[in-house]
């Protein structure tokens, strides 16, 4: 069993920056890939980035390319997802998610979620 905690979440401008963090207890977390995910109301929940076990491997979804760092600290048991040029498009709650294996892009292969942390960006 893997627990997941998102903090960092917030009200920002347009332009702003905001960093999320995802702390895992449970289970080894080096073992894991991780994923950040988010859900706008009305919307499917959708993939934002992934990153290996090692941190290896990093894919992020086309549309925060450039403007989302995917990272994690395997002795801090954490992943994090730092947001740059934030868009009033990027506004929805921000999930964390946990796999076995290799990175996903499908939130149906990810095991463990966290209960999300709210992004709401003004224009």
């Known amino acids: 069993q893997v627990q997941l905690v998102e903090s960092g979440g917030g009200l920002v401008q347009a332009g702003g920056s905001l960093r999320l963090s995802c702390q895992a207890s449970?289970?080894?977390?080096?073992?894991?890939?991780m994923g950040w995910f988010r859900q706008a109301a009305g919307e499917e929940r959708e993939f934002v980035a992934g990153?290996?076990?090692?941190?290896?491997?990093?894919n992020y979804t086309t549309s925060v390319k450039g403007r989302f760092t995917i990272s994690r600290d395997n002795a801090k048991n954490t992943v994090y997802l730092q947001m740059t040029s934030l868009k009033p498009e990027d506004t929805a709650v921000y999930y964390c998610?946990?796999?076995?294996?290799?990175?996903?892009?499908?939130?149906?292969?990810?095991?463990?979620w966290g209960q999300g942390t709210q992004v709401t960006v003004s224009s």
């Open positions: 998610a946990a796999k076995r294996s290799i990175v996903a892009v499908s939130r149906s292969s990810y095991t463990y």
């Open positions: 990153i290996s076990q090692t941190g290896g491997k990093i």
């Open positions: 449970g289970r080894t977390f080096s073992g894991y890939a």
